[in-house]
């Protein structure tokens, strides 16, 4: 069993930062590659950034390339989400969530948090 708790969400003002944190337990977090996701009232949950399990390679959906940096400490079973420049439409619940496979593709991860409120006021 794989378990996942996000932290880190909160109220900023547009142009602010935010660090997310995803606590995973169990001692196998190395065996999975981990994926943010978030998901707007009334929106469909969308793929926001990946990361491989060693950490070595990472993908970001378009509209957080450059502003988020997505990383992870396998020591400490920890992924994080680094969320600079914020904008008003970030607004979401931001999901965490750990797959066999790497992927940007929601299908492909089983495990997920409870989520994490981020809001960006303008």
């Known amino acids: 069993q794989v378990q996942l708790v996000e932290s880190g969400g909160g109220l900023v003002q547009a142009g602010g930062s935010l660090r997310l944190f995803c606590a995973v337990s169990?001692?196998?977090?190395?065996?999975?590659?981990m994926g943010w996701f978030r998901q707007a009232p009334g929106e469909e949950r969308e793929f926001v950034a990946a990361v491989s399990k060693s950490g070595g390679y990472t993908e970001y959906a378009d509209s957080v390339k450059g502003r988020f940096t997505i990383s992870r400490d396998n020591a400490k079973n920890t992924v994080y989400l680094q969320m600079n420049s914020l904008k008003p439409e970030d607004t979401a619940v931001y999901y965490c969530?750990?797959?066999?496979?790497?992927?940007?593709?929601?299908?492909?991860?089983?495990?997920w948090g409870q989520g994490t409120q981020v809001t960006v006021s303008s």
């Open positions: 169990g001692r196998t977090f190395s065996r999975y590659a």
């Open positions: 969530a750990a797959a066999l496979a790497y992927s940007i593709s929601i299908y492909e991860y089983s495990y």
